[in-house]
Structures are given as C-alpha cells and as structure tokens.
C-alpha cells in the first residue's frame, strides 16, 4: 500500500490489497485532520477506485464530498497507463 | 454496442467489442453534429472508458475538451455496479 500526504491532503494509491484496506484507511483519514483524501487509482485499479468512493458515500453520506475527478494517463516504466485521481472533501 | 442520442448529445455504452470500435465511433460522431460524446463505462469497463478518453484527446488534441466526469454506482439486475460517464465536448 503506497501513501503519501501533503499538507491536509492524503493520496491513497490503490494496489492488490482487500479494498476494505483502502476504505479502512480513508475513513480513518477522514476522522483525523486531513480535508482532501485522494485515491488514485491506475490501469485496472480504476474501477476499484470509483467502487471505493462507492462504498465511501454508501457508508459516510453526508460527512464527504466529492471535490474532484480527474482522468488521464501517466508514463510508469515507459508504457503509457490509464488514471483516476477521485479528491473527497469533508463536508 | 448499445448507443443512444438524446439532441446533439451521442451517449457510447462500452461493451466487449474491441476498444478500436467505440474510438471510431466517438470520432465519427465528433466530426458530426453532434455537440457532446458521453463515454458511460461500468464496472470493468470504467477502465476502457478511460483510456479510450485518453487516446481521443491524444489524437483530436485541440479539437476536443472534457467537459465533465461523473462516478457513481447505479443498479443492473438488481447488482450494484460502479460507473464512469466521460463527458467530451467540441472546442
């Protein structure tokens, strides 16, 4: 599970872990003293990511916001890979 | 390959065929008049639809601009399942 934080901005960068690790770990952000929680999702984590933000509004409601989606692709290793960069504001 | 038009919106449902095939169908509706191209991908498909945004703005550049990405999740025999709906526009 990569990471990082910036500011009050956490990115939290989907790999091959259970998606309840991811969604643990963004509920857990937003209940601490972060404003934005990224999650970023590359290849085929990209459907993950937008089940995640799922899940999130599922069982946060109210409490989040959804900031900002962005899409693109990005170079890893030379090959050129699809992204989603899904940014959750608190309310 | 299941489409619809409502006005001079063209909605493209991503489906199994090859990638190819939305692309081409995305850049005839472009040069058409046709004002929006919506790219609606679920589940697995949400990563195509990605990248078939990305390899149109990799090869229209200029001409064509994202106008809005909406993720949710909508129900399809009574599953769950998540969405991306890709909303590109002419300049």
Known sequence: MSTGASGNTKTIVLGNRPLREYILEAIISINRDVDIVEILGRGKQIHRA????????SRLGDR??????EIGSMLIRGRRVSYIKISIGKK
Chains 1, 2 share one sequence.
Do not use: A, F, G
């Open 50 to 57: 937008v089940t995640l933000y799922n899940t999130l509004t």
């Open 64 to 69: 989040i916001t959804l900031k900002n989606v």
